[in-house]
T-cell receptor
Framework: AQKVTQAQTEISVVEKEDVTLDCVYE???????LFWYKQPPSGELVFLIRRNSFDEQNEISGRYSWNFQKSTSSFNFTITASQVVDSAVYFCAPDYKLSFGAGTTVTVRA | GAVVSQHPSWVICKSGTSVKIECRSL??????MFWYRQFPKQSLMLMATSNEGSKATYEQGVEKDKFLINHASLTLSTLTVTSAHPEDSSFYICSARDLRGQETQYFGPGTRLLVL
């Protein structure tokens, strides 16, 4: 079984600030996938990013970037120059069966 | 691409009735679909894994006779909440994994169930 820890329950920022969401996971698998999903107030989960465990290259996609450190089992996610529309609950989830973390509620104030 | 729909989006029913929720992958085939429930301000809890043409695999603590799952085709899975009670009120979300094995799950918009 996977275990996911998102230590931050809530984060509140002012628009244009950067937001970094922490995620630490436990797994016995040697290869696995990691995901970040976003759940806006409407409730529908939106797929954001997926990483393979054997690819530790960190990337930037638009305002999103992520920092994957296999040695520390961390998969952090950053929103640069946050916008009000980024307000949502963000879930980290490893593996295809998706053991979800508790989620981090991000509130971006205008 | 990768659109998953759920129907209905909202349902209110009386205690003791059964409610069926449909989950469809609209533009891809999914051998595996997943059903989750989510209580307010909580994370998603996996209820069961639905496999096309075979029995669903239920997570520990989930009553299989209470939550009937049928995966009749590569694009449709249904969850039936039998003899619903107020404690079954929740947000039910399905997801589907593309047959092409991209490992990414795409989620439906969810179904809010309120049992009176």
């Amino acid at each position: 079984a996977q275990k996911v820890t998102q230590a931050q329950t809530e984060i509140s920022v002012v628009e244009k600030e950067d937001v970094t969401l922490d995620c630490v996971y436990e797994t016995r698998d040697t290869t696995y996938y990691l995901f970040w999903y976003k759940q806006p107030p409407s409730g529908e989960l939106v797929f954001l990013i997926r990483r393979n465990s054997f690819d530790e290259q960190n990337e930037i996609s638009g305002r999103y970037s992520w920092n994957f450190q296999k040695s520390t089992s961390s998969f952090n996610f950053t929103i640069t120059a946050s916008q009000v529309v980024d307000s949502a609950v963000y879930f980290c989830a490893p593996d295809y069966k998706l053991s979800f973390g508790a989620g981090t509620t991000v509130t971006v104030r205008a | 691409g990768a659109v998953v729909s759920q129907h209905p989006s909202w349902v209110i029913c009386k205690s003791g009735t059964s409610v069926k929720i449909e989950c469809r992958s609209l533009d891809f085939q999914a051998t595996t679909m997943f059903w989750y429930r989510q209580f307010p301000k909580q994370s998603l809890m996996l209820m069961a894994t639905s496999n096309e043409g075979s029995k669903a695999t239920y997570e520990q603590g989930v009553e299989k006779d209470k939550f009937l799952i049928n995966h009749a085709s590569l694009t449709l899975s249904t969850l039936t909440v039998t003899s619903a009670h107020p404690e079954d009120s929740s947000f039910y979300i399905c997801s589907a994994r593309d047959l092409r094995g991209q490992e990414t799950q795409y989620f439906g918009p969810g179904t809010r169930l309120l049992v009176l």
